[in-house]
């Protein structure tokens, strides 16, 4: 927990030379911080559980265990890892310096130092360490709030939503209201199961178990969820996939995220007897893309496209964006939240995939194109 405005912050400063440790504590002290010594890295790493410092000022070259060695384990310890490391060194190697950081130190000062620079950077990192703090409690009561308020408002829109089934209209202005009444309650609970996905996705929530999945049972899935929608606009779903394709994905987001929310939309904004097709495309009609340089990893591209009304250019840069708008009704009215598309990039990325969407909305030539880049199995892709 980090200490409040009026309470004075820790210092624990290593340095296997005692008249080091007592020009620093004298000068830290008279700035109001209190003082930790330590005369060796093992001395340090004994300290810190029991006085929780707010800083470390740590020397590089001690006998025994070094500093870098001392602040690879400070940050190994869950409960020491954020705690900012400033080395104090004599060697000003470019090396040096470049190994310090790699060892999670946040600045380094060189000896012999200069007092004022010393007090400015403790102060600057003291004022970093505080706003990352308060961003993190920032960040807990939004979810906390966000928690609260997507069970509070689920319950009254699930009772709308069961009351309305219960109802038998007498009249077709009765029929109409209440089918209204449940087509928004229905969306209402969509858009709060969104921002829990975002939630429980952007706070890694979420686990990700990934493993090698046939794309066309994945593909089955999804259509089964959606046949009715699929089976009322008369929408012809056509497939060039081999059943051997393997992808590298997370089941349950898979499929009741990025492919039901793809394929909704396709069948949304696609006229009645329309037609979806989903192929593997790629570089020179190849499925596999090899892209990765640093990796053996493979890659391949599946296309789902629609024939329907396409996306203006507007709402196409937008398409991603959690913080704008993006909803749209479909062809037959049907509603929706806005928020599908930027959950789909979240999980693809998840994946170690890509998203984009081609659309064009002329009136010869239009419809829309969205592309995944999948990791899949070499020798199951082609």
């Not at 000022?57 to 025994?64: N, T």
């Not at 009561?141 to 007498?170: F, G, Q, Y």
């Not at 975002?198 to 066309?216: F, G, H, P, S, W």
Request: overall charge negative; aromatic content about 6%; some cysteine.
């Amino acid at each position: 927990m980090f200490k409040e405005e009026n309470e004075k912050r820790t210092i624990l400063i290593v340095d296997d030379v005692p008249e080091n440790l007592q020009v620093l504590g004298s000068l830290l002290d008279k700035e109001g911080f209190d003082i930790s010594p330590a005369l060796s890295g093992e001395e340090a790493l004994n300290l810190v559980d029991h006085i929780s410092p707010d800083l470390v000022l740590l020397d590089i070259m001690m006998p025994g265990m070094d500093g870098y060695e001392v602040c690879d384990r400070l940050k190994l310890n869950e409960k020491t890892r954020n705690i900012p490391v400033i080395f104090l060194t004599a060697k000003v190697e470019k090396e040096d310096i470049i190994k310090g950081f790699q060892a999670g130190a946040v600045d380094y000062i060189t000896k012999p130092f200069n007092a004022e620079e010393l007090l400015s950077r403790v102060s600057t990192h003291l004022k970093l360490l505080k706003y990352q703090k308060d961003i993190e409690r920032i960040s807990r009561k939004r979810s906390e709030l966000l928690h609260v308020l997507c069970h509070d408002l689920a319950n009254p829109l699930t009772a709308i939503l069961t009351a309305s089934e219960m109802i038998a209209p007498n009249d077709e202005l009765e029929s109409d209201m209440i089918g209204y009444i449940r087509k928004s309650a229905r969306q209402g609970i969509d858009i709060i199961n969104v921002v829990r996905d975002l939630e429980a996705a952007e706070t890694k929530e979420m686990q990700m178990d990934l493993q090698y999945v046939i794309l066309n049972e994945a593909i089955d899935s999804s259509i089964k969820m959606l046949k009715d929608k699929i089976e009322k606009k008369g929408i012809k779903v056509v497939r060039n996939i081999s059943d051997d394709i393997v992808v590298y994905v997370e089941l349950t987001t898979f499929i009741n995220t990025v492919l039901n929310n793809l394929l909704t939309n396709a069948v949304k904004f696609s006229y009645k007897n329309g037609q979806i097709g989903l192929y593997i495309s790629g570089k020179e009609d190849c499925p596999v893309l090899n892209t990765d340089q640093k990796s053996d990893d493979a890659f391949l591209i599946l296309e789902i496209r629609d024939q329907g009304i396409g996306i203006p250019s507007d709402i196409l840069a937008d398409l991603f964006d959690s913080s704008k708008t993006t909803h749209r009704d479909g062809t037959a009215g049907e509603g929706g939240t806005g928020f599908g598309m930027p959950l789909v990039r979240t999980f693809v990325g998840a994946y170690g995939g890509e998203v984009w969407v081609e659309s064009q909305t002329g009136d010869s030539d239009h419809g829309t194109s969205v592309y995944l880049k999948l990791k899949c199995l070499k020798d199951k892709a082609i």
